[in-house]
């Protein structure tokens, strides 16, 4: 296996997790495709761990940060989600521009 | 290294069905108008990354994206999905095709940006072999606990206020 497999495969991923940012307007989609992003993220650092096997196996543990953090924020952003579907009756990200000036 | 040289190897082959499976579980997240497809792609998708993890001989981190992933937040939007009521089967909400060609471009400069980055910074040609080794469930755990504790209880208290602010978000208010 070399590095350059998995850098490829990540930046793929990664720009389909961006196509689905832009294009989906549904809020529930939205975050799904963050999380595919997110994924791109940890193949890359999980690749770069085992590659450098440094004593401190830095790619892993961030990799393991990175999960948390995404745990946490998706468990946030479903609250919102459902908070704002409850008030509106609609989960369009294009309707939410009560706070835009 | 050429191309039937690299795909000589079989764990190439491995890398490249699973790699293929995920990828066509990804563009079918961003395409699908059904949000419960979309959800069960998306673990269709980790499952691959955890594979991958295997691979590559992080057996913790993949185990890890099992549970909290697979587990956990794939379950949490499929909750999140039955309970509140949302249209279930098809989005209502359609996907404009005015906006699909620009968010394409900008993917596939993403991707030739990312791409030219990551890899020739390896330089042009070379092949950097990652060499077999596990990193043992153990020695992370160690380091977790030792080197990396302040990080830890940071990010643990990152959760904790994540849960406490699901809660307040999500409850009905008494007075109503």
Same mark, same amino acid.
């Given at each position: 296996m070399i590095i350059n497999?998995?850098?490829?495969?990540?930046?793929?991923l990664f720009s389909v997790g961006i196509y689905g940012v832009l294009v989906r307007r549904n809020a529930v989609l939205v975050l799904l495709s963050?999380?595919?992003?997110?994924?791109?993220?940890?193949?890359n650092l999980v690749a770069f761990g085992s590659l450098l096997q440094d004593a401190l196996r830095g790619g892993h543990i961030f990799a393991l940060f990175v999960i948390t953090v995404s745990a946490?924020?998706?468990?946030?952003?479903?609250?919102?989600?459902?908070?704002?579907?409850?008030?509106?009756?609609?989960?369009?990200?294009?309707?939410l521009d009560l706070m835009k000036w | 290294m050429s191309f039937g040289e690299w795909v000589s190897q079989s764990e190439n082959v491995l890398f490249l069905l699973v790699s293929l499976v995920m990828l066509m579980a990804s563009v079918w997240v961003v395409v699908t108008r059904n949000l419960v497809h979309a959800a069960l792609? $998306?673990?269709?998708?980790?499952?691959? %990354?955890? #594979? $991958? +993890?295997?691979?590559?001989?992080a057996e913790f981190v993949a185990w890890t994206v099992v549970l909290v992933y697979i587990g956990a937040v794939v379950v949490l939007f499929l +909750? #999140?999905?039955? *309970?509140?009521?949302?249209?279930?089967?098809?989005?209502p909400v359609p996907v404009s095709h005015s906006r699909s060609w620009p968010a394409a471009l900008v993917a596939v400069a993403v991707f030739a940006t990312i791409t030219?980055?990551?890899? %020739? %910074?390896?330089?042009? #040609?070379?092949?950097?072999? *990652?060499e077999e080794g596990? %990193? /043992?469930? #153990?020695? $992370?755990?160690d380091l977790l606990f030792n080197r990396f504790v302040i990080p830890f209880e940071a990010v643990s208290f990152l959760l904790l206020?994540?849960?406490?602010?699901? *809660?307040?978000?999500? /409850?009905?208010?008494?007075?109503?």
């Open positions: 497999q998995f850098l490829v495969l990540a930046a793929l963050i999380e595919l992003m997110l994924m791109a993220v940890n193949i946490a924020e998706v468990g946030i952003g479903l609250a919102i989600v459902i908070l704002v579907f409850r008030n509106r009756s609609s989960a369009n990200v294009d309707e | 792609m $998306l673990a269709l998708a980790l499952a691959g %990354s955890a #594979g $991958l +993890f295997l691979m590559l001989g +909750f #999140g999905l039955m *309970i509140t009521r949302a249209p279930l089967g098809r989005d030219v980055a990551t890899t %020739s %910074s390896f330089g042009w #040609g070379e092949d950097t072999v *990652i596990i %990193s /043992r469930t #153990g020695a $992370l755990g206020a994540a849960l406490i602010g699901g *809660i307040v978000l999500a /409850r009905k208010d008494p007075k109503e």
